[in-house]
């Protein structure tokens, strides 16, 4: 068993969607970033690259790629199983928070979780999504941007 860590954050931007765990959650701002800046994704990468000791999501994704420009994180996600895949690893389960003073996140959860667990090919009772806001402290406090933290834990596959 191994284990990974991962965390992301962004700042808001007007004029882009708001997207967390690959759902489109209707708010005035989105998040900026070079792909479309899904906190959510972007900490459970780092987690699962983390645990297999495959560095981490700017080392596989640069922002300075223009293939990544815009991409869906939840696309990324996909990748980095496909990685671990080939590095003969498998997920057992993710547990992740999600840092926002707002929009309320309590909705669209299951929706989160169903989408992480199909990237990663993983039944959705071993993902976990929740959130917490900071209580008005610091830069998410203020509102000005979302942050997620993503702990994962993957095996190696039994020999064939």
Wanted: charged share 20%.
């Amino acid at each position: 068993m191994y284990v990974g860590m991962g965390y992301d954050v962004h700042r808001f931007a007007g004029g882009r969607p708001l997207i967390l765990g690959g759902v489109s959650i209707p708010y005035d701002v989105g998040l900026m970033g070079h792909s479309d800046a899904d906190v959510l994704a972007h900490a459970v990468c780092d987690a699962l690259l983390g645990a297999a000791g495959l560095g981490d999501i700017g080392l596989h994704f640069p922002d300075t790629d223009q293939r990544f420009k815009n991409i869906s994180s939840l696309l990324l996600l996909k990748m980095v199983a496909d990685m671990l895949d080939e590095n003969n690893f498998s997920v057992v389960n993710i547990d992740a928070t999600i840092l926002a003073q707002q929009p309320k996140i309590a909705p669209y959860r299951m929706e989160m979780q169903k989408n992480i667990a199909d990237a990663v090919r993983l039944s959705g009772e071993r993902v976990n999504v929740k959130a917490t806001t900071t209580e008005g402290l610091g830069s998410i406090g203020r509102s000005e941007g979302i942050g997620a933290m993503c702990i994962a834990m993957i095996e190696r596959k039994p020999k064939e």
